[in-house]
């Protein structure tokens, strides 16, 4: 229902641009986007979301400043792009969409998700 892609092996200080898309049954609109990570042996992180209400974004400190979260509702797609990736990046990538106007990354591990898929490998070489 909910694919996340665009994953891959680049180097450090490279970037790449993740997407996350809904599939056509679904009205992409209504649903706020959560991007997640999780790297061996290390629990699931929240990464940025971003509100179907206001379309705005939210990043954990992680992130913020380097990674910046878009949508395109003509396209069911949520996008991801990561710049100035660090070998800690490395990491299972995944996306999960929840039916509500407005979440952050704080806000986004309360509710349950109304859909989710399988992620995407990002490998960053040092």
């Known amino acids: 229902q909910l694919q996340a892609s665009g994953g891959g092996l680049v180097q450090t200080g490279g970037s790449l641009n993740l997407s996350c898309t809904l599939s056509r049954e679904w009205n992409f609109n209504v649903y706020s986007i959560g991007w997640f990570r999780q790297a061996p042996g290390k629990e699931r992180e929240g990464l940025s979301s971003i509100s179907s209400g206001d379309g705005m974004g939210d990043y954990a400190d992680s992130v913020k400043g380097r990674f910046t979260i878009s949508r395109d509702n003509a396209k069911r797609t949520a996008y991801l792009q990561m710049n100035s990736l660090k070998p800690e990046d490395t990491a299972v990538y995944s996306c999960?969409?929840?039916?509500?106007?407005?979440?952050?990354?704080?806000?986004?591990?309360?509710?349950?998700?109304?859909?989710w898929g399988k992620g995407t490998l990002v490998t960053v070489s040092s």
């Open positions: 999960s969409a929840y039916k509500i106007p407005r979440i952050t990354v704080a806000t986004m591990s309360r509710y349950g998700e109304d859909h």
